[in-house]
């Protein structure tokens, strides 16, 4: 066994033994509360997305939708030109393309998703536009383009010059590594229960920045980067995505909610499920997953420490530091 091998089944087995269990007994005690665990609710990967669940709280709590709600908290990062990882503002490929991927989930089970998609701001509109007004869940490249410009979408240019910079940085070495919470994996997951209990999800992100052309990741892959199901509940995910789709994480999250989990420990299976499959890639690459159920509970879990997410729940918008399996 190498020593980067066993370093991480070391960490990982020590982990288990040590900090997650007992951060189960405690978040369980926290999250299980019934008087606390009320709807409606959002959840959305990454702390700094206050303002996406603040927006889907503004639909939520006037009675509205968990769809609408979702897709208005996924907007919120992909017209900010500040967030490098969802819509403008987003680091590009190796050739300085923004080119972004979506997908979004309803209550009845339906889904509709955007691949590979250039110069349209809102690609979590134009999958609700795929999932609503074609008979097909996925439209990826040029297609999804001229069915976006179809709907009215406006071409926009969304390499900012600040990305811009950054791309030219990157090409004096030309060295793609991902690297935990430094690349500022802010890719959005967001769901929500709304006051009748209907579950909806959403996911949107530029994905790996600088990744080779054409390279799509988990988040617009239903049952990767995101998954629904109405009777049970929802999950999604942020990091690097290759590992999440060799696992279809947010579908194994659901499962393992539908077979009696709480939410905190489905993600923590699934976390588990990805380091033990792929030890040595999770030694470098961090992924986090949100999860919410049918009764309200919550729970986050990540493979490294520095994951947070953030939930609207009773009125009051939180951030919380994700629990992890490995430490520092
Ligand atoms: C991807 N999962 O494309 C996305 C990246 C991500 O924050 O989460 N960035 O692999």
Not at 148 to 163: C, R, V
Not at 257 to 276: D, L, W, Y
Request: include cysteine; glycine fraction near 10%; charge should be neutral.
């Amino acid at each position: 066994m190498n020593s980067r091998r066993s370093f991480i089944e070391k960490t990982f087995w020590g982990g288990l033994a040590a900090g997650t269990l007992d951060f189960w007994e405690k978040t369980a005690a926290v999250f299980d509360n019934p008087e606390k665990n009320t709807f409606p609710l959002a959840i959305a990967t990454w702390g700094p997305n206050v303002k996406a669940t603040a927006a889907a709280w503004e639909v939520l709590s006037k009675g509205g939708r968990a769809l609408d709600a979702v897709e208005a908290g996924a907007r919120i990062p992909e017209a900010d030109p500040k967030d490098t990882s969802v819509g403008y503002g987003g680091y590009p490929d190796r050739e300085g393309n923004v080119t972004l991927d979506a997908c979004i989930m309803d209550e009845f089970g339906m889904a509709g998703s955007v691949s590979f998609i250039q110069n349209i701001m809102h690609p979590i509109s134009v999958a609700r536009r795929v999932m609503e007004k074609t008979p097909h869940v996925m439209l990826a490249g040029e297609g999804a383009y001229h069915f976006a410009i179809s709907e009215g979408f406006p071409h926009e240019n969304l390499l900012t010059p600040e990305a811009k910079k950054a791309w030219e940085q990157w090409l004096v070495r030309s060295e793609y590594k991902p690297i935990i919470n430094v690349e500022r994996h802010d890719t959005i997951g967001i769901l929500a229960i709304d006051q009748l209990d209907r579950i909806a999800g959403a996911c949107t992100t530029s994905g790996a920045a600088f990744k080779m052309q054409g390279r799509v990741g988990d988040s617009p892959i239903i049952g990767a980067g995101m998954f629904v199901d109405n009777e049970v509940g929802g999950a999604a995910s942020t990091g690097l995505g290759e590992i999440v789709l060799r696992t279809l994480g947010s579908f194994l999250v659901v499962e393992e909610m539908r077979r009696g989990a709480h939410p905190q420990k489905a993600a923590e299976t699934a976390v588990k499920r990805i380091v033990r499959k792929y030890p040595k890639q999770c030694e470098v690459a961090q992924v986090g997953f949100i999860a919410i159920d049918k009764k309200g509970r919550h729970g986050g879990f990540a493979i490294h420490p520095g994951f947070n997410y953030v939930v609207y729940q009773r009125g009051e918008n939180k951030v919380f530091e994700s629990a992890s399996l490995l430490s520092k």
